[in-house]
């Protein structure tokens, strides 16, 4: 299967900083690209949507002046948390999609990477 | 609104048991759904997905139902294993590049 890495796997910085987190489709290209937070025992909840050379989508209640996304390349997109506060303290991760059709069929698969746990002291 | 409703209590069977859990939405007519495996501090595994016009997709020892009528997928694990102990998530997605997960369920096999 194809495989999304995530890096660093965890950070640990002080508040007012900023933190870039990367999110890499290693044997794939990746039409796009997806940003989630998750929260203990919580389900992922979607931040952004990025398509390669094109800007971020974010749902309602992301501030995109705060997590900014830029998605360089069919294989990276990086998150940059700005200006990090402890309640930004959580597990995100990112997705890669590649959809298309084959063999008559509609395929849609989204493979994930690893997570980043931040921890913004 | 669009919800999805996962148990939010664990699930804990004994090993060699089949487990099935449970996965209700409303207001949401997917395209498709999936099942995503997640092991604590990593991120989601892809298990199955099974198309709104199928109703019932089998992998190895995983079994999955799609009820449109019940807005409802059941998923199914026979001959349970401690090592398939995780949070299972339900995913729904409607064809664009937008997918809506679960809260997930936690299931614990024991030995």
């Known amino acids: 299967g194809a495989v999304v890495s995530q890096h660093p796997s965890w950070v640990i910085c002080k508040s007012g900083t900023s933190v870039k987190i990367e999110c890499r489709s290693l044997?794939?290209?990746?039409?796009?690209m997806f940003w989630y937070r998750q929260f203990p025992k919580q389900s992922l909840m979607l931040m952004a949507t990025?398509?390669?050379?094109?800007?971020?989508?974010?749902e309602q209640g992301v501030e995109k002046d705060k997590f900014l996304i830029n998605h360089a390349s069919l294989t990276l997109s990086t998150l940059t948390v700005t200006s990090a506060h402890p309640e930004d303290s959580s597990f995100y991760i990112c997705?890669?999609?590649?959809?298309?059709?084959?063999?008559?069929?509609?395929?849609?698969?989204?493979?994930f990477g690893p997570g980043t746990r931040l921890t913004v002291l | 609104s669009q919800k999805i409703e996962q148990n939010s209590e664990a699930l804990n069977i004994q090993e060699g048991k089949t487990a099935t859990l449970t996965c209700n939405y409303t207001n949401y007519s997917p395209a498709y759904l999936q099942w995503y495996r997640q092991d604590p501090g990593r991120g989601p595994v892809f298990l199955l997905l099974?198309?709104?016009?199928?109703k019932e997709k089998r992998k190895e020892r995983l079994k999955v139902t799609f009820d449109t009528t019940l807005k409802q997928s059941l998923f199914h694990i026979t001959a349970s294993q401690p090592a398939d102990s995780a949070t299972y998530l339900c995913?729904?997605?409607?064809?664009?590049?937008?997918?809506?997960f679960g809260a997930g369920t936690r299931l614990f096999v024991k030995a």
């Open positions: 997705s890669a999609k590649v959809h298309g059709t084959s063999g008559g069929g509609y395929y849609n698969e989204q493979f």
């Open positions: 995913a729904l997605g409607a064809g664009g590049f937008k997918t809506i």
């Open positions: 099974i198309r709104e016009n199928e």
């Open positions: 044997d794939f290209q990746a039409t796009t």
């Open positions: 990025s398509n390669e050379g094109s800007k971020a989508t974010y």
